[in-house]
């Protein structure tokens, strides 16, 4: 799949048009796909056609994570468990099934000269700001430096209280969390139906959801439930959809029975794509603007001030005070001198640290608080300024 194949036509179909524009996209692919029935081992075939997708998609200039699963199906292959073995068997089989897990992926990957970098999370790494400040991080510079993340939750620690549990979700966070434009999910279906097109043959496909209703939420339960290896279904798949278009990300449920599967919906197999109303970095401000509580302040210089409305990040240097008391990640206002509130942000360290970088300059970080973090004190894709 060339880059000029990926460029369409006004006759293409919304889900090909959705991947021709996406920038950042999460591929995420079900146990079902990566681990082969009969041998229990990665479907060695299929994982390779799918990273020469990936490189497709990379030539073109988009970047590209994979959320996979795999590692309790493998696990339990190798240490032959039956399915419904004890949780912390289960959570055994992970420890084993990741690491061949990651060898089917590297393998499938070497061929196209993609470098896969395995990332574990936890529901605390996508839930806790200053986790996934530092999560976000990493995969950032992951993606920088050309590798292609290959997420998984982090299954044999994970409590069953704290986890995800499916891998939809974890992916849709993942989306959220480094803000891709796109969600593809790959899946046994090719996409989302008005009943179970297995059982049912009035069944209609459904191309293009723009409003996630709660008539196309219900159409999750059980009839279009599908019978996978792993544990998501149709209706978390819609769950990962509104998480995403939330963040303003767009979800497509594509295929993966084919090998090639995003090739595939380049030429026009069916897919359904839900649309987000918003951008990933829109969506995220108004969530900065609109869901967090500011727990202090931070009283800035005029200079600072005038840089912020031109759109910089607030440095250190800037800071004249801080009040309250906060820590890293969590929302603080942004306020002048004579007390008026520009704004809020996400403080890029905690308070007591603030402190002791406030008014310095920002090479002077690491020697102040014991390490280098992000150099600035929000960044300004982290901060929201009110209307003037
Ligand atoms: N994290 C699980 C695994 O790798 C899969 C969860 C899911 O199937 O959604 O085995």
């Given at each position: 799949m060339t880059d000029a194949a990926v460029?369409?036509?006004?006759?293409?179909?919304a889900a090909a048009r959705a991947i021709a524009g996406a920038r950042r996209i999460v591929v995420k692919i079900g146990s079902s796909l990566v681990?082969?029935?009969?041998?229990?081992?990665?479907?060695a075939d299929w994982l390779e056609a799918l990273a020469a997708d990936i490189a497709a998609l990379r030539a073109g200039g988009r970047e590209v994570a994979v959320v996979s699963s795999g590692a309790v199906a493998l696990g339990r292959g190798r240490l032959k468990l039956?399915?419904?073995?004890r949780l912390d068997e289960k959570q055994a089989a992970a420890a084993v099934g990741q690491s061949l897990l990651m060898r089917g992926w590297e393998a499938a990957f070497q061929p196209h000269g993609l470098t896969p970098a395995q990332v574990l999370l936890t529901r605390d790494d996508t839930e806790r700001r200053r986790r996934w400040l530092n999560a976000r991080a990493t995969l950032e510079a992951l993606l920088t430096l050309g590798a292609v993340p290959v997420i998984n939750e982090?299954?044999?620690?994970?409590t069953e209280e704290l986890?995800?549990?499916?891998n939809d979700r974890l992916a849709a966070r993942a989306a959220q969390l480094i803000r891709a434009d796109l969600l593809i999910l790959l899946s046994d279906v090719d996409g989302l139906y008005t009943a179970d097109p297995r059982r049912d043959p009035t069944a209609e496909h459904l191309p293009l959801i723009e409003a996630l209703t709660p008539e196309i939420m219900a159409l999750?339960?059980?009839?279009?439930?599908e019978a996978d290896?792993?544990?998501?279904g149709m209706a978390t798949k819609l769950m990962a959809a509104r998480i995403a278009r939330s963040a303003g990300c767009a979800t497509l449920i594509v295929?993966?029975?084919?090998?090639h599967p995003l090739e595939a919906v380049r030429d026009g197999a069916r897919a359904t794509l839900f649309t987000a109303p918003a951008t990933p970095l829109a969506a995220y401000k108004q969530w900065i603007a609109g869901s967090l509580e500011p727990t202090g302040a931070l009283v800035i210089d005029d200079g600072a001030a005038a840089a912020l409305v031109k759109g910089r990040s607030l440095l250190p240097?800037?800071?004249a005070r801080i009040e309250g008391r906060f820590d890293k990640g969590d929302s603080v206002r942004l306020q002048t001198l004579d007390g008026a509130v520009l704004g809020v942000g996400l403080a890029a360290y905690a308070a007591d640290e603030m402190a002791r970088i406030q008014?310095?300059?920002?090479?002077?970080i690491e020697a102040l608080v014991g390490y280098k973090g992000?150099?600035?004190?929000?960044?300004r894709d982290d901060l929201v300024l009110e209307a003037p």
């Amino acid at each position: 799949m060339t880059d000029a194949a990926v460029q369409t036509t006004a006759e293409s179909t919304a889900a090909a048009r959705a991947i021709a524009g996406a920038r950042r996209i999460v591929v995420k692919i079900g146990s079902s796909l990566v681990v082969d029935a009969k041998t229990r081992a990665p479907s060695a075939d299929w994982l390779e056609a799918l990273a020469a997708d990936i490189a497709a998609l990379r030539a073109g200039g988009r970047e590209v994570a994979v959320v996979s699963s795999g590692a309790v199906a493998l696990g339990r292959g190798r240490l032959k468990l039956a399915k419904n073995a004890r949780l912390d068997e289960k959570q055994a089989a992970a420890a084993v099934g990741q690491s061949l897990l990651m060898r089917g992926w590297e393998a499938a990957f070497q061929p196209h000269g993609l470098t896969p970098a395995q990332v574990l999370l936890t529901r605390d790494d996508t839930e806790r700001r200053r986790r996934w400040l530092n999560a976000r991080a990493t995969l950032e510079a992951l993606l920088t430096l050309g590798a292609v993340p290959v997420i998984n939750e982090n299954d044999t620690v994970a409590t069953e209280e704290l986890r995800y549990g499916d891998n939809d979700r974890l992916a849709a966070r993942a989306a959220q969390l480094i803000r891709a434009d796109l969600l593809i999910l790959l899946s046994d279906v090719d996409g989302l139906y008005t009943a179970d097109p297995r059982r049912d043959p009035t069944a209609e496909h459904l191309p293009l959801i723009e409003a996630l209703t709660p008539e196309i939420m219900a159409l999750g339960g059980g009839a279009n439930a599908e019978a996978d290896v792993g544990t998501g279904g149709m209706a978390t798949k819609l769950m990962a959809a509104r998480i995403a278009r939330s963040a303003g990300c767009a979800t497509l449920i594509v295929s993966g029975l084919q090998p090639h599967p995003l090739e595939a919906v380049r030429d026009g197999a069916r897919a359904t794509l839900f649309t987000a109303p918003a951008t990933p970095l829109a969506a995220y401000k108004q969530w900065i603007a609109g869901s967090l509580e500011p727990t202090g302040a931070l009283v800035i210089d005029d200079g600072a001030a005038a840089a912020l409305v031109k759109g910089r990040s607030l440095l250190p240097s800037g800071v004249a005070r801080i009040e309250g008391r906060f820590d890293k990640g969590d929302s603080v206002r942004l306020q002048t001198l004579d007390g008026a509130v520009l704004g809020v942000g996400l403080a890029a360290y905690a308070a007591d640290e603030m402190a002791r970088i406030q008014g310095r300059h920002s090479t002077e970080i690491e020697a102040l608080v014991g390490y280098k973090g992000a150099g600035v004190a929000v960044h300004r894709d982290d901060l929201v300024l009110e209307a003037p």
